[in-house]
C-alpha cells in the first residue's frame, strides 16, 4: 500500500515559480514510476511529468522546458519545478505512482495561475 502526499501548490502571478513535493508513505519497494497529473474541473486528467526509478523523464508538449521533474528516492519523493507559469496551467495537480501494476494518487494540490 501507497500513500502520497503532496505539498506546495498556491496562488502565483503568470511567469511566477512554485514547487511541488510529493512524499510516498506506507508498506512498499521499490517504487519505479512516479509523476503528476493535473485537472481542470469538465477535462480529463492529463500527464504533466513523469520520472522512472533511473530519472528518465517524459513531459507534456505544453510544459516542456517550463517544469523539471526530479526525485529522491532515499526520501521517497517527487519534486515539480514550475516555472514560468501561465494561467492555462491552472488546474489540481495530482501526485502519481505505479507499483505492483497498481496506479496511487495523492489527493491533489490546487495550483492557480493569476494573469
Known amino acids: 500500500q ?5 505539498s506546495g501548490g498556491g496562488l502565483v502571478q503568470a511567469g511566477g515559480s512554485l514547487r511541488l513535493s510529493c512524499t510516498a508513505s506506507g508498506s512498499f519497494g521499490w517504487i519505479n514510476n512516479m509523476g503528476y497529473y493535473r485537472q481542470d474541473p469538465g477535462k480529463q486528467r492529463e500527464l504533466v511529468a513523469l520520472i ?6 517524459n513531459y507534456a508538449d505544453s510544459v516542456k522546458g517550463r517544469f523539471t ?3 529522491d528516492n532515499a526520501k521517497n519523493t ?3 519545478q ?3 507559469l501561465k494561467p492555462e496551467d491552472t488546474a489540481v495537480y495530482y501526485c502519481y505512482a505505479h ?8 489527493r491533489g ?3 492557480t495561475v493569476s494573469s
Open 82 to 84: 514550475m516555472n514560468s
Open 109 to 111: 494540490t490546487q495550483i
Open 69 to 71: 521533474i526530479s526525485r
Open 2 to 6: 501507497v500513500q502520497l502526499v503532496e
Open 52 to 57: 522512472t526509478g533511473g530519472s528518465s523523464t
Open 78 to 80: 517527487v519534486y515539480l
Open 99 to 106: 507499483y505492483q501494476r497498481l496506479d496511487y494518487w495523492g
